[in-house]
T-cell receptor
Framework: NAGVMQNPRHLVRRRGQEARLRCSPM?????VYWYRQLPEEGLKFMVY????????ESGMPKERFSAEFPKEGPSILRIQQVVRGDSAAYFC????????????FGSGTRLTVV | AQKVTQAQTEISVVEKEDVTLDCVYE???????LFWYKQPPSGELVFLIR??????QNEISGRYSWNFQKSTSSFNFTITASQVVDSAVYFC????????????FGGGTRLMVKP
């Protein structure tokens, strides 16, 4: 019974490149959340998605960041033209119904922008 | 809006000492959930406990115990007889009881247990 799978675990990008982070929710979960953890800080909510829909993106930076959760395949968090300040750990969580039931975090992707 | 405050940014203890990590939260809702997570040096988030706002019973799990007090809006975490393996960053978090539950995290407390 695989948990929430995030890949890659570590990602290095040069300034100006694009970063794509993937999250496969737990089997049967159709609700996905993305969080960002800047160095030495707590996690901050970014976006909440259901299959094919963005439900709440109130925590997403206005530019360069986008997220999707297609009907088939993993959820993708995309960061265009990365800058050094994007260096952080990005965590994905999934839940069964959008509520607390089964709320589970992945192991995170650590993005380093050089 | 919700807020979680972990006033202790860093705590250092010697092995076998007891240590309490404080968590104070703010919300206007009467139904909510509180969490504690452990983040070891490897970086993943390890779920420790979830408590709903209607259950004020204290909980004990091995060397871990939690004290939930609605009167002071606190959900403190105590490690008894600390061990070096307890060294990690600990996060307290809050979410409301509605769909689309996002967690609001505190800033974390870094616990260092020295041998």
């Amino acid at each position: 019974n695989a948990g929430v799978m995030q890949n890659p675990r570590h990602l290095v990008r040069r300034r100006g490149q694009e970063a794509r982070l993937r999250c496969s929710p737990m089997k049967g979960h159709s609700h996905v959340y993305w969080y960002r953890q800047l160095p030495e800080e707590g996690l901050k909510f970014m976006v909440y998605l259901q299959k094919e829909n963005i439900i709440d993106e109130s925590g997403m930076p206005k530019e360069r960041f986008s997220a999707e959760f297609p009907k088939e395949g993993p959820s993708i968090l995309r960061i265009q033209q990365v800058v050094r300040g994007d260096s952080a750990a990005y965590f994905c969580a999934s839940s069964l119904t959008g509520g607390i039931s089964g709320y589970t975090f992945g192991s995170g992707t650590r993005l380093t922008v050089v | 809006a919700q807020k979680v405050t972990q006033a202790q940014t860093e705590i250092s203890v010697v092995e076998k000492e007891d240590v309490t990590l404080d968590c104070v939260y703010e919300t206007r809702d009467t139904t909510y959930y509180l969490f504690w997570y452990k983040q070891p040096p490897s970086g993943e988030l390890v779920f420790l406990i979830r408590r709903n706002s209607f259950d004020e019973q204290n909980e004990i799990s091995g060397r871990y115990s939690w004290n939930f007090q609605k009167s002071t809006s606190s959900f403190n975490f105590t490690i008894t007889a600390s061990q070096v393996v307890d060294s990690a960053v600990y996060f307290c978090a809050l979410t409301l009881n509605n769909a689309g539950n996002m967690l609001t995290f505190g800033g974390g407390t870094r616990l260092m247990v020295k041998p």
